[in-house]
């Protein structure tokens, strides 16, 4: 057998490397307060009491209006991103709602 002969540099193309893009949505573009809602929706259930009266002394907003953020923020590719397993059950919840609703 004879070896290959090496090709000449200038008959190879240069190899085509695709640089890499960032993210368009990542974690850095939920803001604090994006979190800390992500945060009390995976663990609320473990407090006694109302939920209610806890997303007044955690957030200190009325319900309606923590809903309100989090709808918004469960509509954001980035908290998708950062926790799908509880972004997802809390669409499936707001969906079935939503059905529920219109019948």
Do not use: C
């Not at 193309?13 to 893009?21: D, G, V, Y």
């Not at 609320?44 to 109302?50: D, E, F, Q, V, Y």
């Not at 200190?60 to 509880?86: F, M």
């Amino acid at each position: 057998m004879e070896p290959n002969p090496a090709p000449q540099e200038q008959d190879q193309e240069p190899e085509h490397i695709p640089a890499q893009r960032a993210p368009e949505h990542s974690e850095a573009a939920l803001d604090d307060r994006e979190l800390q809602i992500l945060e009390f929706e995976s663990r609320w259930w473990k407090h006694a009491g109302s939920k209610e009266q806890a997303i007044r002394d955690t957030f200190g907003v009325s319900s309606t209006r923590y809903y309100q953020l989090l709808n918004t923020l469960l509509d954001n590719p980035a908290a998708l991103e950062h926790d799908p397993v509880l972004v997802g059950r809390l669409r499936r919840l707001r969906s079935t709602r939503a059905r529920t609703r219109r019948r």
